[in-house]
């Protein structure tokens, strides 16, 4: 009995589709909306949360109607290429929309605005006459646009509650002297969110580009949910019983590959820093990538063929498919069911976290800490995240999972806490952060869900995997909203210590959690890759 590694690369590469597109659509999605269309942190917390919503009832839906689908490419090879294409060129048109809101916004003084702050000298942008002197063109700006009914009245007031007052609060009648660096982290996002405020402007006269720009990423987001399931469900298809976990894991592997991928060509293409930058190479290049691993996968992956030698396989072994015992939750003893419990709910509130801080950084670091690329701290991030998988399984063997998450969960709420104080002078401590990040949510994912399953029997593996997806997917439905939400109403600053108190939260349910850990067993090397990568 050993593992096909060429055929199981090979049904991976829809994986490394899926990924691509979800690496690039989190990247440069948030900063489209909020700095070319002008939508506040709270809305483009909804767009961000849609794919979460389709997935909640689309995964279930294609997943089981592929298990019914008899097609003569087999039961998810089909759904593979009409998912994978019309995702793929969805994502390519969205970059004639990109463009012609960027032409908009060029027309306008928005870029002119944006440049003023961005490319000014570090000792002009901590001078109180610099910023006294920009506050001072808002203000003039506003009356003006408002006068002129270019604003209705609340958007004025909310400019002005929101904006103005804050910045003056910060200046407190200073004509002269310099800011501190925490108050100039302060200044930076508050004057983003009036260039956000002129972008609105222009996509509120003008609303058709936006409403095909969201048309046409609905598209792409159905699309990619109606494959998804199929695309997951080909590996155990095709691939025995007890092959399963090191199968899984090199799928995994791949689909850390195919974010690092997504990263490392935002920032070959410079997309992972400026504002108003034209993201054409970003969609057209992750789409054509997309469809030609959908070409190598047709040519390398026929699925009857495969799954007709699994079957044989099966025979040759002697492995039955026939169901184990079969329970509910609701069947568990009160002890393992408070367990459950207090798994599920760690699940919830550490992707409340951990899925904020995902996609809002994109936007906050260019703004807030002035980095020159959002990209290269999520780069470091996947790349010790990949490094640490295997010393983390052998810790978790070790010393089991329930104290190697609690480990994690520590360095995770300690790594999101420091960087609220992180301010532009000390930004580039944000790469040794976010390198230590990628380790602790490691620590967390490789643990987590196997407490889940750990608790299920036979054919229940399934059911509960169920239960972890429903609360990890609420969560990254709900913390895009809820974080924008906070953002807006109190500062962009507000991301990292919302993110902080979710995580922190999950210490203490799963402190209390009994059950979950399983008996010490010898893994191998690769098996260590096989986690969830989501």
Known sequence: MKLDYKKTFYVGLAFFIITIFWQTYDSIITKILIDKFGLNQTWSGVVMALDNVLALFMLPLFGALSDRTNHKKGRRTPYVIVGTVVAAFAFIGLSFVDNIQTNKIEQTTIIEKYEVVVDSEADVKLSVAFWNGLINEMKTERDLALVNNEVTEAMYNRWESGVYDQMQLIINGRTTGNLTAVDLSFMDGYYHSYLSDLAWQVTAASPLNFIVFIGVLFIALVAMSVFRSPAVSLMPDVTMKPLRSKANAIINLMGAAAGVTSLVLLTAFGLGGRSYVNYTMAFVGVGVIMLIILVIFLWKVNEPKMVEERVQDDLKFGLSEADDDVHDMHDLPKDKKLSLYLILISVFLWFMGYNAV?????????????????????????????????????????????????????????????????????????????????????????????????????????????????????????????????????????????????????????????????????????????????
């Open 358 to 534: 995902m996609t809002k950084v994109s936007d906050y670091a260019p703004k807030i800490l002035q980095l020159p690329s959002f990209t290269l701290p999520l780069l470091v991030a996947n790349v010790t995240a990949i490094i640490a998988f295997i010393p983390i399984g052998i810790l978790s063997t070790k010393f089991g999972r329930r104290k190697t998450i609690l480990a994690g969960i520590i360095l995770l709420t300690l790594c999101f806490g420091s960087v609220f104080f992180l301010t532009k002078d000390t930004g580039w401590i944000m790469f040794i952060v976010f390198g230590l990040t990628g380790i602790g949510w490691a620590t967390i994912n490789v643990n987590s869900y196997p407490m889940v399953v750990e608790l299920a029997k036979g054919s229940n593996v399934g059911k509960y995997t169920g239960y972890y997806y429903t609360f990890s997917m609420a969560a990254q439905i709900l913390t895009p909203i809820l974080s924008g939400f906070l953002m807006d109403t109190i500062h962009q600053k507000a991301l990292f210590p919302y993110a902080t108190f979710f995580v922190a939260i999950a210490f203490v349910t799963m402190f209390f959690t009994k059950h979950g850990d399983s008996k010490a067993e010898k893994k191998s090397i690769l098996e260590s890759f096989d986690v969830d990568m989501d």
